[in-house]
């Protein structure tokens, strides 16, 4: 959304998206194996994804991923090593020239509406595909567009990058794991819940990557005063105040022609659920929603008793927390 106006559908809906990960990523269809053969000295890395259109069969397909690497000498090296992976592992034949960059390569194969970028930048790599499925299904292709989009992509995330100061290694242990107590007011993730993505506590920007509609969302976290998202077994946001707590729980509850309003649990009647109604696999069944003073909880779960458990126990959380 911040690279170009057109990419505002992400996938997330509920807790089971990979964002941050410590040593593989589905996006680089790498094993574990070949990831680590190739990546000395990586610490951690982000990803995310958008689509140009809600019908993923016709949409174009944008991601970013970010790897953090000790060094710019590793950062460098890595860049190079995966980009041929990745090239050799999907059959990309040709290089392409991404302007006039340096530490940047690129591959596609002539044809097809596909392409794959890295870019070393400082102690990071950026590895940015585009993917145009509509062009695809069409057999046409347009490389200078795939082209122009990474090169806005490396622009924007390498401004971003260099304003950006990591934590030594030596002190990552020094950090906190919570913040202002925002974990520890989090329902804890189940172990039969999906643990690809692992717990995590995001600002108000970061918290977008979250969010299945970011424009509508990022007006919503402005306008509500949110500082602080934690994911978990759900997702708890903190607002300004209670009434910015309350925005969140109306306006993550409305209903639409998928979504019909379901009865909350019988010992929270503020809460807000519903009930999905299209088939779709990637979107769990039920959502419940409730808020306490400046906090507001949402909840997943594809069993109509479990997502009122699960609501009414994070709720207890809130209610109990100092």
Known sequence: MDIDPQFT??????????????????????????FRAVTPGFIAGFYSLGYSESDALIATSFTNTVLL????????????????AVAEKKGLSTPVAIGNRTNTFAFWKP??????????????????T?????????????????????????????ARLREFRP???????????DHDGMLGRSLTRP?????????????????????????????LFEEAGVDWLANSAGNVYRAEDSDGAQLIRDKRSELSKVYRRIDPPKNLPDARCREFRAKNSLVLRFH????????????WSDQLIDVQQRISAQYAILTKAK
């Open 167 to 177: 934590t030594p290694p030596d002190k990552l242990t020094d950090i906190p794991l």
């Open 191 to 219: 172990r039969e819940d999906d643990w690809s993505n692992p717990p995590g506590l995001y600002d108000r920007i970061g918290a977008l990557h979250m969010s299945s509609d970011p424009v509508s969302d990022k007006k």
């Open 130 to 158: 585009v993917k145009d499925r509509a062009k695809i299904m069409l057999e046409t292709t347009d490389l200078p567009a795939m082209v122009a989009l990474t090169e806005k992509s490396f622009d924007t995330v390498g």
């Open 288 to 299: 419940c929603v409730a808020s306490y003073d400046r906090y507001t909880a949402e909840v």
């Open 69 to 84: 690497f000790a060094d710019q000498q590793a950062a460098a090296s890595a860049a190079a090593a995966l980009a041929q």
């Open 9 to 34: 559908v992400q996938s997330s809906a509920g807790t089971n998206i990979t964002l941050g990960f410590i040593e593989s990523l589905y996006s680089l269809e790498l094993s574990a194996d070949s």
């Open 111 to 128: 044809g097809t509406q596909e392409l794959y970028a890295f870019q070393a930048t400082g102690q990071h790599v950026i590895y940015t």
